[in-house]
């Protein structure tokens, strides 16, 4: 929802002074850097701690991107934009599984687990590719700087190891899915050639597996257990999956501009 309405809000701005004329065509090639943090604070931290259950304490931390855009300029505030960024991240799991309760017969009973490891820190990644429109960016709100919003859609990978993370994080095990990205900037044009993009991004990935509740399950019910007997890893259960997965991103980028026409000021 928030994202929706800031695009609505760049779109509000800049919409006067929108044009659809044609120009001759601008190529920008970008590589930029920075830093992401994800929205959401139930799923940046969460710890259950329920007697004679569990103690489980998760973390899950971003850490920086890297990010490569290609835009195209045919009309002189509308482009198209195709990026790839890659976003590094790491997760934390401290678990002591100690039994749960079987409720399928007459009375419930207590089984045991006894499952503890020690503390760790997993390194994991996700890549994006996506498409999108750019609306402005050639046209100057103070001097040499150039104020813009983006829009796009993509698909995303997640890399990790299987037991140490995608098992039993709350983004599942499904490694692909659908992303939507918005944001908005401001460029600074260094030469005609050369210029330097301050960029404010929000970027969701959408389940395809989500639970079915309208808010997460922070109950004692996390994992498996038919899954654990059968193959020892830890596995979440769908209804603890997030249905979105929201994370905001700052960056610079160093951009290359060619067949860039002169500037004209209103």
């Not at 749960?100 to 990644?125: K, R, V």
Request: aromatic share 16%; charged share 20%; hydrophobic share 40%.
């Amino acid at each position: 929802m928030k994202q929706k309405l800031l695009l609505v809000l760049f779109i509000f701005l800049f919409l006067p002074h929108f044009s659809a004329t044609a120009i001759r065509p601008i190529f920008i090639f970008g590589l930029g850097s920075g830093y992401s943090m994800i929205a959401d604070g139930k799923m940046r931290s969460n710890e259950y701690v329920f007697e004679t259950l569990m103690d489980f304490k998760e973390k899950v931390r971003l850490e920086n991107l890297w990010r490569f855009n290609l835009q195209a300029y045919f009309l002189k505030d509308v482009g198209i934009q195709v990026e790839y960024t890659h976003q590094e991240a790491s997760y934390f799991s401290d678990l002591k599984w100690y039994g749960w309760w079987f409720t399928g017969g007459t009375q419930p009973e207590y089984i045991p687990i006894n499952h503890f490891e020690d503390a760790y820190w997993s390194q994991w990644s996700l890549k994006s590719y996506s498409v999108g429109l750019i609306i402005g960016g050639n046209r100057p709100l103070f001097g040499e700087l150039f104020p813009y919003a983006t829009a796009g859609i993509g698909s995303y990978k997640i890399k990790g190891d299987p037991e140490l993370f995608l098992y039993r994080t709350r983004l599942g095990s499904l490694t692909q899915g659908m992303t939507i990205k918005i944001g908005g900037g401001v460029r600074h044009r260094i030469l005609p050639f050369l210029g330097l993009n301050l960029r404010i991004s929000g970027t969701t990935i959408r389940s395809i597996n989500p639970h079915p509740f309208d808010s997460l399950y922070m109950g004692p019910d996390q994992f498996d257990t038919a899954k654990y007997y059968q193959t020892g890893d830890i596995f979440r259960v769908r209804h603890v999956l997030a249905k979105t997965f929201t994370y905001l991103s700052i960056e610079i980028d160093l951009e290359i501009i060619l067949k860039m026409p002169k500037r004209t000021d209103k």
